[in-house]
């Protein structure tokens, strides 16, 4: 591959390989899913989580008092994980697309 930018998600996986050292690979989507579930299991699990929560419905109510309108829909709000394609998807934007190098 030349020093042409990589112009597709193929050419991009190519190019971490052989510029960067990474190898994209079905491996790599499974860490990354299991290092995100961890991370957020133990952010879940923190003390910080923990309180939000727990004072989440009195946040509310100072809020709805303050502007009429509730903060939130649900009592708890729910984490979610980025899947892996859209964090390989936004790599690619940040590290080619956006790059004006």
Do not use: H
């Amino acid at each position: 591959m030349t020093n042409k930018k990589p112009e597709n998600i193929t050419e991009y996986s190519r190019w971490l390989k052989d510029k960067q050292g990474v190898l994209i690979t079905n491996r790599t989507e499974a860490y990354y899913n299991t290092v995100a579930s961890q991370v957020k299991s133990d952010f879940e699990g923190s003390d910080f989580w923990n309180c939000f929560t727990q004072n989440l419905k009195e946040y509310n109510d100072e809020y709805l008092l303050q502007t009429r309108y509730s903060l939130l829909r649900d009592t708890k709000p729910l984490l979610l994980i980025k899947p892996y394609v859209s964090t390989l998807m936004k790599t690619y934007r940040k590290n080619v697309v956006d790059n004006k190098n």
